[in-house]
């Protein structure tokens, strides 16, 4: 089997699972982390955050710009089908032939803490978006009220990192973002 067939059947497994998972209940958040199912119940303050963050996009880039919320993207790794809460793609992103967004071409992951997830956040999927080579993965954690961001990927991890707290200004002006996302209004939860 090539690494092609691989994937192929890797994506197929993941269609399979996907869709069995097509009546979750409406308000969570579902994802496939490692071949596992998790789903988990979107509060309040997450959904106030991811706003902001879309808001911040669209206000930098203009109402036309390729961001997702909750929309499956394939990653590397086995049975990664994730919903990130946000994901900047290039302008010039276009769909794959399953009509799916392609990793390769995401900018921007930023992931709202869910108290159910947060190692999947910290652990798995850092791992997989640092793989893919995302090039600004922010996790935004509402119980502690601070902000990571993780920068130039390579061989797999992230060499750059920053931690903030609520309140003050993550700065992605020397990334491909461009923009600085004030957290002042961020909820904790």
Same mark, same amino acid.
């Given at each position: 089997?090539?690494?092609v067939?691989?994937?192929?059947?890797m994506?197929?497994?993941?269609?399979?699972?996907?869709?069995?998972?097509?009546?979750?209940?409406?308000?969570?958040?579902v994802?496939?982390v490692?071949?596992?199912?998790?789903?988990?119940?979107?509060?309040?303050?997450?959904?106030?955050?991811?706003?902001?963050?879309?808001?911040?996009?669209?206000?930098?880039?203009?109402?036309?710009?390729?961001?997702?919320s909750?929309?499956?993207?394939?990653?590397?790794?086995?049975?990664? =089908?994730?919903?990130?809460?946000?994901?900047?793609?290039?302008?010039?992103?276009?769909?794959d032939?399953?009509?799916?967004?392609?990793?390769?071409?995401?900018?921007?992951?930023?992931?709202?803490?869910?108290?159910?997830?947060?190692?999947?956040?910290? =652990?798995?999927?850092?791992?997989?978006?640092?793989a893919?080579?995302?090039?600004?993965?922010?996790?935004?954690?509402?119980?502690? =009220?601070?902000?990571?961001?993780?920068?130039y990927?390579?061989?797999?991890?992230?060499?750059?990192?920053?931690?903030?707290?609520?309140?003050?200004?993550?700065d992605?002006t020397?990334?491909?973002?461009?923009?600085?996302?004030?957290?002042?209004?961020?909820?904790?939860?």
């Amino acid at each position: 089997m090539t690494v092609v067939d691989d994937r192929i059947e890797m994506a197929d497994s993941l269609d399979l699972l996907f869709e069995q998972l097509e009546s979750a209940p409406e308000g969570y958040h579902v994802e496939i982390v490692g071949g596992t199912i998790h789903m988990s119940p979107q509060r309040d303050a997450h959904w106030q955050i991811i706003r902001r963050i879309v808001r911040a996009l669209e206000d930098a880039f203009g109402m036309d710009v390729k961001v997702t919320s909750d929309v499956r993207i394939d990653f590397p790794g086995h049975l990664n =089908g994730f919903a990130p809460d946000v994901a900047k793609l290039r302008a010039e992103a276009v769909k794959d032939a399953r009509g799916r967004w392609r990793y390769q071409d995401v900018e921007l992951i930023a992931e709202v803490i869910s108290e159910g997830t947060a190692a999947n956040d910290y =652990g798995p999927k850092k791992a997989a978006y640092a793989a893919a080579e995302v090039p600004v993965y922010l996790i935004a954690d509402p119980y502690t =009220g601070v902000c990571h961001v993780f920068t130039y990927p390579k061989d797999g991890e992230y060499h750059g990192t920053v931690t903030l707290d609520f309140g003050y200004p993550v700065d992605l002006t020397g990334t491909v973002i461009g923009l600085t996302l004030e957290t002042g209004d961020f909820p904790r939860d």
